[in-house]
C-alpha cells in the first residue's frame, strides 16, 4: 500500500492566489490616482505660491522703500536695501512736515478708534445679549434691520449720516466721527450668535431661578464668559475704525483734526511724486510716503499680535451648539 506522503499531490492553486485582472486593473488605477493627486498638491502649490509673491512683494517694496532716497527707488532695483541712515533721513522729513502733523493724526486716530470703540461694546455686547436671550415685541423685525443694515457698503451711509450731524451742528467735531464709528451692526450680530449659541442656557435659567435680576445675570455670568467674543468684536471694530478713510475725509475740514488715513492722502497730494515732469519737488517724497504708511500701519499689527489667542477663541465661539 502506498504511504500517505507516496499519494499525496500538490494542492492546486487556487484562484484567490493567481493574481487576476482585477488585481492588475487596480494597481494600474492606484498609481494612476497617485499621480492625479501629485499633479493636484503640485497645482495647489503653484497657484498659493502665485497668490503668495501677488500679496508678499508689495509689503517686501514697502518695508525697503524708506531705506533708500527717492532716486535710488527710481533707479535701483526695487527690492534692494539702501541704508539706515535714509530711514532716519525719511523720518526727519516726515516729521518736519507741517511741524510734526503726522504725530497729531495719529494721536487724532488713537481717540476715534478707542473712543468709538468704548461706546460700541457699551452698547453691542447687551444689544446682541438681549436679541438671543429675551423676548419681546418687535425683536424679529429689530434683527432684521440689524442684517440689512450690516450688509450695506458703509460708504452709502456716509452723505445720510453728514447730514444727521449737520442738522445737530456736529459737523467738524470729534463727535461727527466717534458717534458713526461707534455704529456697529457687525458687532451686534456676532454677539447675537454667540449667545444663542455657546452660553448654556440652564446656567443662566438657574441663576435666575436664584433670584438674580437680568442685568445681574448679564453682568455675573453672561458677561464673563463671553470675554472671546467682545475681544473680536473689538478687533474688528478697532480695525474698521483706524483704516476708515471716507467719512473722516467727509466730517472733518481741518487738517490738524485728520486722522492718520485721510492724513496720507494729504501727504500724498502734497507730494512731488506726480510733479517729476516739472523738476518741482518737496521735503515729501517716496520714501517718507512708504515709511509714513508703515507707520500707521503699526497700531493695528500690535493690537492683533497681542490678541491673536482672544480673536482665535472668539472666531471658534458658536461653532458647536450647547
Not at 24 to 46: F, P
Request: hydrophobic residues 50%; proline residues 6%.
Amino acid at each position: 500500500m502506498d504511504s500517505p506522503a507516496a499519494t499525496a499531490r500538490p494542492r492546486a492553486a487556487r484562484p484567490a492566489d493567481r493574481p487576476t485582472s482585477s488585481h492588475r486593473r487596480g494597481g494600474a488605477g492606484g498609481g494612476a490616482q497617485r499621480a492625479r493627486a501629485a499633479a493636484a498638491r503640485l497645482l495647489w502649490t503653484l497657484v498659493t505660491g502665485a497668490f503668495l509673491v501677488f500679496f508678499a512683494l508689495p509689503v517686501v517694496w514697502l518695508l525697503l522703500a524708506p531705506t533708500k532716497t527717492d532716486g535710488q527707488i527710481i533707479r535701483d532695483d526695487p527690492f534692494s536695501f539702501g541704508s539706515l541712515d535714509g530711514v532716519v533721513t525719511a523720518w526727519r522729513n516726515l516729521y518736519s512736515f507741517q511741524d510734526g502733523v503726522i504725530v497729531s493724526w495719529l494721536e487724532n486716530s488713537a481717540i476715534y478708534a478707542f473712543g468709538a470703540l468704548l461706546i460700541t461694546l457699551v452698547t453691542s455686547i447687551p444689544a446682541g445679549y438681549g436679541l438671543a436671550l429675551t423676548r419681546f415685541a418687535g425683536r424679529r423685525l429689530l434683527l432684521t434691520v440689524t442684517l440689512l443694515v450690516m450688509i450695506m457698503p458703509n460708504v452709502a451711509l456716509v452723505l445720510p449720516l453728514y447730514l444727521e450731524m449737520e442738522a445737530v451742528g456736529l459737523t467738524g467735531t470729534i463727535w461727527s466721527v466717534i458717534l458713526p464709528f461707534s455704529f456697529f451692526p457687525f458687532g451686534v450680530y456676532l454677539t447675537y450668535i454667540y449667545f444663542s449659541s455657546t452660553i448654556p442656557q440652564d446656567l443662566l435659567s438657574a441663576a435666575r431661578l436664584d433670584g438674580c435680576s437680568e442685568w445681574r445675570v448679564f453682568t455675573s455670568i453672561a458677561l464673563p464668559l463671553s470675554r472671546p467674543i467682545v475681544a473680536l468684536v473689538a478687533f474688528f471694530n478697532f480695525v474698521g475704525n483706524w483704516n476708515n478713510f471716507f467719512l473722516p475725509f467727509v466730517m472733518l475740514p481741518d487738517s490738524a483734526q485728520y486722522p492718520a488715513q485721510v492724513g496720507l492722502n494729504n501727504l500724498l497730494t502734497s507730494s512731488a511724486v506726480f510733479n517729476t515732469s516739472s523738476g518741482v519737488g518737496n521735503q515729501i517724497m517716496r520714501p517718507e510716503l512708504a515709511l509714513a504708511t508703515l507707520v500707521t500701519v503699526v497700531p493695528v499689527l500690535l493690537v492683533f499680535l497681542f490678541s491673536q489667542r482672544s480673536l482665535v477663541s472668539g472666531m471658534l465661539a458658536g461653532a458647536t451648539k450647547n
